[in-house]
Structure formats: C-alpha cells, structure tokens
C-alpha cells in the first residue's frame, strides 16, 4: 500500500522555510489508501511541514490528474468523408458543428433504412447488385435500426447526418456490399424520399389526433342537449344558440382541417428516390418498383423537381397552422368562458393550474398555451417559406434548414390537439349560469324582425321596415329598462299595427330559438341533424 499521512507542522523534522516533503519509513495511516498496483513497491508515507507543502503537492496532484484526463480526451483522428476523395484536408471543427444535421434529422432514421431497403431490392432486381449483397444490407440494416431503438447505436456528429451515420456504420457492420448501396442514389433524392416518408406518417398522426379531439367535442355536445348559450357578434351579445350547435362549429372546423391534411397527403405522396443529385442516372434503375415498395402513389415525373422543391412541406405547414388557429379560438373560447365575469365553464382540477402566490387562483392554462403554441406553428410556416424563397434550381444546402421548423410544427400541433381533446373531457358547463345570462342583451330581436317579414308579407313591409320597427321596439325596451317579451301589446301596436298577440310566440330565447328552421341553423331539430351525422360520422357510440 502507498499511505499518506498529512501531519501538522509542529511535527516537522526539518526547518519551515525548506519547499519539500520528506519521505519517511512506512507506517499505517487510516486518512486515504488506494489499492496497490500489480507490482510491487515500496511503501511510502508523506509528511508534509506545513501548509506552504500541503497546497504545493494539492497544485502538483491537480496538474497529474488534469494531465491524465487530457490524455483521456485527446480526440480521435477525424474519419475520412464518404465524399471526401479529392480533398485534401478536413473541415475544421467550426464548419463540423455548423454543417452537421444529425442532432435533428436523426429523427429520420425509419424512413431513410425502410428507403434503403427498398433501394437494395431494387438494384438486385436489376442486376446492379447481387442477391446475398442485397441480403446482407438487409440484416445490416435491420440490426442498426435495433440498435437505434435499444439505445445502442451511436450517433457521430462528424458523419453529418441520418444518411452517413447509417452508412458508414452498416459498411462496418457488412463490409463491401454495404458500398454498393448508395448506386444510382444521391442524398439529394434519398433526404427528400425520407422525409415525404415521414411527414406522409405524421400527417396520418395528426389525422388520429383531430379525429379524437372531434369524438370529444361531440361527446360534450352529447351531454349538454337542450342548453341555450349566447351567441356573440363583434364579442357582444346577438343570438341565442344551441350549446351543442356552437360545440359542432368546432368539429366542422377540425373536419376541415382534416382534409386539407388528406388533399396534402395526395399531393406529396410521390417518390423522388432515383432522382440522384438532379439529372437522374445512366444505369437502369427501376423507380417504379422503389415506388411502389414505399406506398408512392408513382415516381416523380421530373428528376429537377424531385430534388428541388419543397412546396409538399410549405402546405403541411399550412395546412396545421390553420390547424392552430382554430385551435386557438377554442382555446380563446374557453379562456373567456372560464372568467368569473361569463362564468359559463368549470374546468377541472385535472386540466387547470394555480398561482405561485394567489392561493385562490385556478387558471385554464392548457388552453391559454394552445392559444399561444400556435404562435409557434404560424412562425415555423413562415420560417419555411422565407427558406425558400428565391432559392435557384436545383438542390441547395439551404434546404437542411427545413427539418427543424418541420419537427416542431407537427410535435407542437399533436401536443396542442391532445391537450385540447383533454380538456374537453374535463369541463363542466354551468347552466345555471348561463340560464340567468340570457334575459339580457335582447337576443330575440332577429326572430322578432322575421316575425314582421311573415306576418306582413300581404301587406308588402320589406326586411329594413322590420329592422327599423324592432329597432324602435329595442329602443323602448332600453328605456324602460326591460326585455322585448316584457313589452305589452298595446306598446307594440303603437310601434306599428303589424303586431299581434301572436308575437310572443317569437319572444324570449327559448321561442327564438325554435323559430331556427333553415339547413345548417341552430335550431333543435336542425341541431339535432347535425349531431346525429357526426355520431354516425365518428362512429361513437352512445352512452360509452
């Protein structure tokens, strides 16, 4: 054993001012022991005078281990680039970091060994490689993505991006047949194939998530039959509304946004693989067969627009941040409806926050973040289009940079319709609450006016007479501090002599309400149409 013993300078045996240590024979000492190395040495004890010693061999230990980590780190030789024949020296690390997509496009990885594979099987089939070649790639291939998976795999910042780092481990994996595989393939053509591979399978993701977001809405409408909301104008007070009519505008909303998602899917479902860098290739390949093995609806029908453009993502994008922005108005919606002011919801503790230092605060935060998230997915739509903006055929490195506002448009609109569909199933509407809001605002002015339209259509009064009518009956009303239903007979024929007692039966928002008769309108039976086709639509069943 090698022993220290630090002692304090009263024990000294030579003079304070000498700048050394003294080895002494060995003795036991319990402050530190390490275990002792396989050859054997002798056994020393330090002594150290004074504290002038002590911090001298603390700096002198220091200096070793920092020695023996820097040794440990020295960074490995730079492996050579798969592109990198006729270069002479490498990047510097600068360029490296700039350049490297692999902290990101990683995500790809699925997509670029499924396209890998149906590659493979396309060049054997056509000669270009052999059969156990093409089998070999296969295993190497499906043996990376389980170390991918597993955690094992690791990913190398000098390799670039998904497409190298696979590579270059699948050559050490397979040996030679692993080179064959980029024949009659650039990464020009193979980025694009991935991700029109990936957006293809998060378009169907965010597909799932509208759909279960409109199987909650339509729930909630389920459950609220009967209930007459406010309905707003300019956010003032117009017309009562079915609760369930104003909870089924959103679902149409979303079945929109739906299919806009499917036209793009259409549309970018397309297979650039065999594009190469822009002009195709001399060897015969068959891209029909690529296409088909990876669900393309067929190749690409031009080599320089295969590699070039990326109008498919400047519509994803779109198409979910007009997605968000109907998020966001639910969301608006909700956050107004949850105030102490409307009072009309009551989110539960499940879906709602507090406050660091208001003990009585329970906030609808969810919904506030969906309001502010689809900032985020407006801005990667716009990051997106400014890329590509003025950008010269074909390729450019440039367009690197569309992987990252791509990444987050999807995560952050799958978070956003989750949250939203969880909070769905999580409110209660206060109906109480809402019943004494309705008396206000006269709500039952339209109907009143279609009411004079009809009742005095032999006596030819075009709409803007009933609407210059009622809007003197409104005056009245405000007057007199009271609602059109509290109006007598005699108040109405002084307004005009159209008015009959019949009229009350197109007063109050209950009667307004039902007086709702056209395609599409808030009427019960209307409403009830509607719910009726979504339940169908949906395939919800009832009272599950």
Not at 398 to 406: H, N, R, S
Not at 472 to 484: K, T, Y
Request: net charge negative.
């Amino acid at each position: 054993m090698i022993s220290l013993a630090v002692f304090n300078s009263s024990l000294s045996l030579c003079s304070p001012s000498d700048d050394h240590f003294i080895p002494k024979h060995p003795r036991p000492s319990p402050t530190m022991s390490f275990p002792a190395p396989r050859t054997a040495m002798p056994m020393l004890e330090v002594r150290f005078i004074n504290s002038r010693h002590l911090k001298l061999f603390k700096r002198l230990t220091s200096l070793t281990r920092c020695a023996a980590q820097a040794q440990s780190t020295k960074p490995k030789p730079k492996e050579a680039k798969l592109w990198g024949g006729h270069f002479e020296e490498s990047v510097t690390d600068a360029v490296e970091r700039f350049t490297e997509s692999i902290s990101y496009d990683k995500a790809l990885y699925k997509q670029d060994i499924l396209g890998s594979k149906a590659h493979a099987s396309m060049l054997a089939k056509q000669g270009l490689i052999t059969i156990p070649d093409r089998d070999s790639i296969h295993q190497g291939l499906s043996e990376i993505e389980r170390r991918i998976e597993s955690g094992e795999f690791e990913w190398r910042t000098d390799r670039e991006d998904v497409h190298m780092n696979i590579e270059a481990v699948l050559t050490d994996l397979i040996g030679e047949p692993a080179k064959k595989l980029h024949t009659a393939r650039s990464r020009n053509d193979q980025v694009l194939t991935d991700f029109r591979l990936w957006c293809r399978d998060a378009i169907d993701d965010i597909g799932a998530k509208i759909k279960h977001l409109q199987v909650s809405l339509v729930k909630l409408a389920m459950e609220n039959e009967g209930v007459i909301v406010l309905g707003y104008t300019h956010l003032q007070r117009a017309q009562p509304v079915l609760l369930q009519h104003l909870l089924l505008a959103f679902v149409e909303q979303l079945e929109r946004d739906a299919g806009r998602l499917l036209d793009c899917r259409v549309r970018l479902n397309f297979c650039p693989l065999g594009a190469c860098a822009l002009a195709g290739t001399g060897l015969p390949i068959d891209r029909f067969m690529t296409s088909a093995a990876l669900d393309f609806t067929a190749p690409m029908k031009n080599s320089i627009d295969a590699v070039s453009d990326l109008d498919f993502v400047m519509e994803f994008l779109s198409a979910n941040a007009i997605t968000a922005i109907h998020l966001s108005r639910l969301g608006e919606e909700w956050v107004l409806w949850a105030l102490e002011e409307f009072g009309f919801l009551t989110p539960s503790d499940k879906v709602s926050t507090g406050s660091s230092i208001m003990p009585q605060k329970k906030n609808p935060d969810p919904m506030e973040l969906v309001r502010g998230k689809s900032a985020r997915v407006v801005g990667d739509l716009v990051t997106l289009l400014t890329l590509c903006k003025g950008l010269p055929l074909a390729y450019n490195r440039d367009l690197q940079e569309d992987k990252e506002p791509v990444f987050d448009s999807v995560k952050t609109i799958l978070g956003m319709l989750e949250v939203s569909a969880e909070f769905a199933q999580n409110i209660t509407f206060n109906r109480e609450r809402i019943q004494k809001s309705l008396p206000a605002g006269h709500l039952d002015a339209t109907t009143l006016a279609d009411y004079l339209v009809k009742k005095a259509s032999s006596m030819a009064i075009p709409f803007r007479t009933s609407h210059d009518i009622v809007g003197r009956a409104v005056a009245v009303c405000v007057s007199n501090s009271c609602q059109l239903q509290d109006l007598s007979l005699d108040e109405l024929t002084s307004i005009h002599p159209v008015f009959d007692k019949d009229v009350y039966e197109f007063l109050g928002v209950e009667n307004s309400v039902k007086k709702f008769s056209s395609y599409g309108s808030t009427g019960s039976a209307c409403v009830a149409s509607q719910l009726g086709d979504w339940v169908t639509k949906l395939e919800i069943t009832k009272g599950v």
